[in-house]
């Protein structure tokens, strides 16, 4: 074969995102301003596998879900083992922490986690086959004020990026006391409508899934169903009460949407989605909620659990429709420009002396001509760009201008990084 003969050139699979400079800034800032606010409230860090054994996602998750019947990338590995790509971060968290021994320390346990899960889901805007989260889970502790302190994280991180056009729906699911008697009755209710076969068969299964319908001639006709929030338990009712008056009280707004349908089996009592408006369909930006039997499903004691999955893209997409760019500010603070190899060599142990000074430094490389390498300054974003010509090696200085003022200074080359700092500063 000749080196000359073209290849094809080969593509990342269908609904995978690439993020790559300079949008990659603003997915790195995203993700940084979730994990921060959780920080802020005492979440630590966990790294997960991104594979896991099929079996905690079919217990973990709920066989019923579309999630786990018709999205899970699993497979065989060597050994013959089911694996799979974990499409969520929850089951997994409660693993760790089962088979880590942190259900028997300190509660709550509070872990933040942070990276890729994996759904074939038909791609369309919004939603990829990649997706990235931030998620939180709080773990051991059935307190109102923990459900209402993981919606603020999420609430405190959208508003922390700028975002204003998104809203809080909230509901509860109910518990073990008063879920089987609604179940029943909805299903009664459905019995009675007039739907096709695939519906009835939904409603036998998951019933709450029919309440979700976006068809018109199915809307109307549940427009009397029962609904899970006038049948909760004491119990229920009374911490449902108590999350919306920490709420009011922390000044988060919210709508009670009572015909919420989430997408995981896991959830109980308090279950909430945030949803932008400039999203189309796929508006779900984040979501989350208790599930308190979750860990006693996959072997671990009766502890509760709450949390919420932010998906990273559909934030970046709805900072994209409100024109915040997150990572406004330029990729680089200083910039050097060096006329001649002298001067370049000159400059690399500069830009050194502001890297360990903590500012983020770059140059134009190469033998590119001034025209070029000022372009090159203008494109990175730095607020400062730095001249070092033949004239100014020779006095052992460098021009520093101001890139927003256009102001130029000629400053001593041993004193430029205090010099500069102070400006970037300001
Ligand atoms: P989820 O609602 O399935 O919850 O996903 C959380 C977020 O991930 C969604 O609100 C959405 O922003 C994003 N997301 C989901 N699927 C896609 C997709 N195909 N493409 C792009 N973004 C997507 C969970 O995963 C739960 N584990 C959250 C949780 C944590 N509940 C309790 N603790």
Redesign the pocket.
Known sequence: MTGTQKKTALKAPKGVPDYVPPTSAGFVAVREAITSAARRAGYGHIELPIFEDTALFARGVGESTD?VSKEMYTFSDRGGRSVTLR????AGVMRAVIENGLDRGQLPVKLCYAGP?F?Y?RPQA????Q???V???AIGIDDPALDAEVIAVADEAFRSLGLTGFRLELTSLGDQTCRPGYRDRLQAFLAGLDLDEATRERARINPLRVLDDKRPEVRAQLADAPLMVDHLSDQSAAHFAEVRSHLDALGVAYEVNPRMV???DY?TKTTF??VHDGLGA?S??????R?DGLMQQLGGQDLS???????V???MLALQAEGIDPAAGGRVDVYGVALGAPARAAMVPVLAGFRRAGLRADMAYGDRGIKGAFKAADRSGAAVTLVLGENELASGTVVVKTMATGEQNAVPLDSVVAHVTGLVAR
């Open positions: 999630v499409p969520e971060g929850t899960f759904r889901e919004g939603r990829y086959r997706l990235q989260q998620g939180i889970e989430r997408g995981l959830y989605e945030f796929q779900g930006i984040g979501g989350g909620g599930y659990g709450i949390g919420f999955g932010i998906g893209d559909r934030t």
